[in-house]
């Protein structure tokens, strides 16, 4: 007789092409299920999945309606996380909890409760990650639905370089970068709209203010000071960011290049910072929720997700 699974906060796994299993937590599963017919294994894997997402955002309005603004979960499920080894498949290890929550990226070895998030294991800053999806030509095994996490000045297991996690379907994987774009863009959360990092521009120690309201500007000197030079965020020239290599005091170089709407000349700005990976993303970040701001799609599923 097959034990009875609970969906909620549940998981459904493939371990190979025609099985399949549903956990409720790693210790509570049905056992392998075995299906013969592929679409009929894809129809069962999406009923589950399906399910168990609707309980899930339910419980995430639940949750939700005693959390402030900025501090609402985006996101929470299952995910897998591949050790890659040169040479070697992706090896399997236990699954993590994912929770987006405000501007958090928590990593729980169980489902968690809001009682329990104080005691979240792995917690990173959104603003300070890089998330990207792995294209499926850069998959290291038969997992079709990965994505890698980098952080910035992180320590643990998050210091080694790129994490790379997967999940079971293509709608998982949107629904985690769709939450951590949300992540970002939410407005209440106003620790990422405001960020200033200490550089050296001219051989002059100055301050890099990055503001969601006004964009990117330069003060020297004490703190209120009127800025050197300021620019709107859309005008920064991405494709063109250039890091210089690293120069002997240990500072590392980058080059700004601003656009002038009306005039189209292109001014570059060079500056020396100490912790540039972390400067990178928090402007990855920036303009990542400036550009999704304006897109009235995105705008109108955060609203319905509400």
Known sequence: MWPTVPLMMGYVTRHALGNGQVRARPHLTTGVIHVDDPAAMSQWLKSISDNIVGLTNLQMKLLNRNLPAGERIEYMGWVYEGVV?????????????????????????????????????ESLKVYQTMFRIVKESET????QHCFLVQASGASGPSAAGPRYFSVETRQDLLRIEAAWTAAIVNPSSGSVYKKTFTV???GRAAGLTLDWATGFSLSEGTPGALPVWAYRLFILKLQIFSTMGSSDDGKSKLKLHFQDAETRVIETKELECQILQSLLFCMHAFLTAKVASVDPAFLASIQHSN
């Open 200 to 202: 050296v521009h001219g």
């Open 140 to 143: 290291v095994d038969w997992r």
């Open 85 to 121: 080894q040169a040479a070697q498949p992706l090896a399997d290890v236990p699954p993590k909890f994912l929770i987006l929550k405000g501007t958090d990226v928590m990593l729980f070895d169980v489902s968690m409760n809001t009682t329990e998030l104080a005691k979240c294991p």
